[in-house]
């Protein structure tokens, strides 16, 4: 069994620029979701993807977007970076069974923001 | 508020067990309570989940007081592996299974 993986592992990029982040979902998931983690700090939860559609969000703003695809496979993208979005971006999938999901991590991205 | 509190850290020696306090005094009748912990430059692994009843895996023991205000994740023998940051969670649901990770507690497993 595949568990979650993301890519890149390291990504450096210059303020105002574009960015996406990648996430394969373990075997069987149909939900995905992503948090930020900054240095120190817990995960943030950014939003859920269910079924191909957004199913929840965080207090994060409208730059920060995302996909699921068909093969629950999903993308993050952040546009118009800001120095504060440098962090550890981490991918979890589940199976929505609607009584409790338990998640599963992938490594993360580690974004740095200059 | 889904906020939970824990001690910033704690110390144990390898081979004795650990207990992990947490208290959610706000939490409501469907909330679950899970456990992560995260390895240094790891993702957050899960390690146990309950509502109402302790619970024990190949993990860990979990055990919920009766007015389901705090929680105890136990491990029976901390190992050096077992150096980590736990953390305790309250799982809401309503539409989307989001989880809200506070600072957590890091365990220090001393040899």
């Known amino acids: 069994e595949t568990g979650v993986t993301q890519s890149p592992t390291h990504l450096i990029k210059t303020r105002g620029q574009q960015v996406t982040l990648r996430c394969s979902s373990q075997?069987?998931?149909?939900?995905v979701s992503w948090y930020q983690q900054a240095l120190g700090q817990g995960p943030q939860f950014i939003f859920q993807?269910?079924?191909?559609?957004?199913?929840g969000r965080g207090n994060f703003p409208p730059r920060f977007s995302g996909l699921q695809f068909p093969n629950y496979s999903s993308e993050l993208n952040v546009n118009a970076l800001e120095l504060d979005d440098s962090a550890l971006y981490l991918c979890a999938s589940s199976f929505r069974d609607f009584s409790t999901d338990t998640q599963y991590f992938g490594p993360g991205t580690r974004l740095t923001v200059l | 508020d889904a906020k939970t509190t824990q001690p910033n850290s704690m110390e144990s020696n390898e081979e004795e067990p650990v207990h992990l306090p947490c208290n959610h005094s706000?939490?409501?009748?469907?909330?679950?309570i899970h456990w992560y912990r995260q390895l240094p430059s790891q993702g957050p692994e899960y390690v146990i989940h309950?509502?109402?009843s302790n619970v024990n895996n190949r993990m860990a023991s979990l055990a919920i007081a009766e007015d389901r205000k705090s929680s105890t994740l136990i491990l029976h023998r901390a190992t050096l592996r077992d150096a980590a940051v736990y953390y305790c969670i309250r799982a809401t649901g309503a539409g989307s299974y989001q989880l809200t990770f506070g600072k957590g507690t890091k365990l220090s497993v001393i040899p």
């Open positions: 706000t939490i409501s009748g469907t909330d679950y």
């Open positions: 075997s069987g998931h149909n939900t």
């Open positions: 993807y269910y079924r191909e559609e957004e199913n």
């Open positions: 309950g509502l109402t």
